[in-house]
C-alpha cells in the first residue's frame, strides 16, 4: 500500500510557474510508479505525466510535454510536477496516484490516490 499527499497548488498568472510536490510513502516503492493526473469542473480526469520510482522512466501527455517535468528525489519521498508556461487550460485538481511496476496513461490503473491540489491559473 502506497499513500500520497499532493502540495503545491495556488493562484498563477497565465504564463507563470508553479511547483507541485507529491510525498509517497510505503514498502516497496522501487516496484511502483507514480504519476499525475488532472480534472477540471465537468471534465473527465486526464493524464498528465509519470515516471517509474526504480529507473526513472518518464510519461507525459501531448498536452504538457516539454511545459511540464515531472521527477523525483529518493532522499525525500518526494515527486515533483514542475509546471511551466502555464495556461488557463491548466486550471484543474491535480492528483497523484501510484500503480506497481511500469507507468501509463489510464487512469483506471492506478489504485492508489492523494486527496489532490488545486491550481488555477488567471488572465
Known amino acids: 500500500q502506497v499513500q500520497l499527499v499532493e502540495s503545491g497548488g495556488g493562484l498563477v498568472q497565465a504564463g507563470g510557474s508553479l511547483r507541485l510536490s507529491c510525498a509517497v510513502s510505503g514498502r516497496a516503492l522501487n516496484w511502483f510508479s507514480i504519476a499525475w493526473f488532472r480534472q477540471a469542473p465537468g471534465k473527465e480526469r486526464e493524464f498528465v505525466a509519470a515516471?517509474?520510482?526504480?529507473?526513472?522512466?518518464?510519461l507525459y501527455s501531448d498536452s504538457t510535454k516539454g511545459r511540464f517535468t515531472i521527477s523525483r528525489d529518493n532522499a525525500e519521498n518526494t515527486v515533483y510536477l514542475q509546471m511551466n508556461s502555464l495556461e488557463l487550460e491548466d486550471t484543474a485538481a491535480y492528483y497523484c496516484?501510484?500503480?506497481?511496476?511500469?507507468?501509463?496513461?489510464?487512469?483506471?490503473?492506478?489504485?492508489?490516490w492523494g486527496q489532490g491540489t488545486q491550481v488555477t491559473v488567471s488572465s
Open positions: 496516484a501510484a500503480r506497481p511496476l511500469s507507468p501509463t496513461m489510464a487512469a483506471n490503473e492506478y489504485n492508489n
Open positions: 515516471i517509474r520510482w526504480s529507473e526513472r522512466t518518464t
